[in-house]
């Protein structure tokens, strides 16, 4: 599924790895995640800087082994949501934290995933960061039998 909106315009969630200059400095810090139980709940966030947080788009993304990326949630600017797992996520933004948060609950064997942050900056980002949103490691969320 593809966030409406998306464009090509994705910040991967860090930039080590990223073209030089101007761009290296955004950087994203996610947190949380780690092995849990089916039934339970996990919370992760993530931690922007060198950009305006508070006029960028917030993406939620995960992957399992051996699939391709899947859209979990969009944050407007204006704090307005779409998810793909309604009714079982919440995922939410503080401005004047630069950060985003991302909660599941009664976790599922096939929420087993990375889950990836991204955001869509408001003078956007570099075409190629689309191309290779994984280039970094995300939290690592996994739920067992």
Known sequence: MVAPGLGPWLLA???AAGPA???AQLRLVETGGGLRAPGDSVHLSCRGSGFSFGNSVVLWYRQA???SLEWVSFIWTSGDLWA????RDSASRDNSRSESSLSLRDLRPQDS???FCAVRTETGNPAELYHKPCTSQGS???SQE
Do not use: K
């Not at 793909?84 to 009714?87: M, S």
């Open 21 to 23: 200059g101007l761009w």
């Open 13 to 15: 969630l860090s930039l």
């Open 113 to 115: 995933a990375r889950y």
């Open 65 to 67: 082994p051996g699939s």
């Open 84 to 87: 793909a797992v309604e009714g």
């Open 140 to 142: 690592s969320q996994t």
